[in-house]
């Protein structure tokens, strides 16, 4: 009876944050809409295709390359899946992240490799790892610029340390078992007597690929705010907002696709003054190119994804 209790305390608190993060949002909002439309029309907007859709190109490419980790996970795990396909299931589940909390896409995978023979502890290790070795190439991804930059956003040592301790405690957790096995508890609410961790060869491959994503999405940035005539924001800046930004997302759970919390956090990092409403116009117009990327991938997948036996799309 407790645990019940327990559990229905915590959905409303989950659902008053969630309102009360609106609430601030909204608010924000209002305070400072006025300001930021006048800063995107008194912009000098300077459009470069070569950029723009240099930008757009390399978005596409690193997120086809993105599904990697899944695919090295699942057959460390003993699935006999295809790559193609497995890939093939990684986008279609991905568009769960849109749904509250995140819970879909993870559902996806597991059961999709469940319906191909998978054990539920192995099923469900392999989200739950890709999760873990994406976060810790983000953090390695955000703490290299962090160090080598002389910019003045980082010349605040509160931030810049704040930056490097994140950075460094995400990219010990995969070569972690303890945190691992209480962030799997925390997770799923038990610990399975074997986790199929890969070794360390597999994990700093792992964490290689992850971080070298992680900085083409940086490039990426950097192309598309360049695009746009926003020149006065350095590489090494973009390569540290899009990890941090994607972790700031993903932190707050229960926004769909962490949608409007990434572009507050890039904003934050990027922005120059005066020029926070030219910023978050083109990283939000970023968000819908990604967006648009993710649909297409997905109903591309459709055709090659069986689920739950021959004839059944997933």
């Known amino acids: 009876m407790n645990t019940i209790r327990e559990k229905i305390w915590i959905k409303w608190l989950m659902r ?12 924000i909002i ?3 809409a006025e300001k930021w439309l006048e800063q995107i029309n008194r912009f000098s907007w300077q459009l470069d295709w070569f950029f723009i859709c240099a930008a757009a190109l390399l978005l596409g490419i690193s997120y086809f390359i993105i599904p990697a980790g899944w695919i090295i996970l699942s057959h460390r795990v003993g699935s006999t899946v295809s790559s193609k396909e497995l890939r093939a299931a990684w986008f279609m589940s991905q568009l769960g992240r849109y749904v509250p909390g995140k819970v879909w896409l993870f559902a996806g995978r597991v059961a999709f490799l469940r319906s191909r023979g998978l054990t539920g502890y192995r099923a ?16 390695l991804a955000a703490v290299i610029p962090v160090i080598v930059s002389s910019n003045d956003v980082f010349s605040h040592s509160g931030l810049k340390y704040a930056v490097l301790a994140a950075g460094i405690s ?26 199929p961790l890969p070794g360390l060869t597999g994990s700093i491959k792992l964490l290689l690929i992850y971080s070298v994503l992680w900085w083409v999405r940086g490039f990426a940035l950097f192309l598309w705010l360049k695009g746009f005539g926003l020149s006065g924001i350095g590489f090494l800046l973009c390569c540290a907002a899009a990890p941090l930004s994607w972790l700031a997302g993903y932190i707050v759970f229960l926004i769909p696709g962490g949608i409007g919390v990434r572009e507050a956090a890039a904003v934050a990092l990027l922005a120059p003054s005066g020029a926070t409403g030219p910023v978050l116009a083109v990283i939000a117009g970023q968000r819908l190119i990604l967006s648009i990327i993710e649909v297409f991938f997905a109903l591309a997948s459709t055709r090659t994804v069986k689920f739950f036996g021959k004839g059944k799309t997933f």
């Open 30 to 32: 209002i305070l400072n």
């Open 124 to 139: 469900t290790s392999i989200p739950f790892l890709e999760l873990l070795y994406t976060a810790a190439g983000a953090g």
């Open 170 to 195: 995400l990219l010990a957790i995969p070569f972690l078992t303890p945190i691992q096995k209480w962030l799997y508890r925390l997770k799923y609410g038990l610990v399975p007597q074997e986790l």
């Open 16 to 27: 008053i944050g969630v309102l009360l993060l609106l609430a601030v949002a909204v608010w």
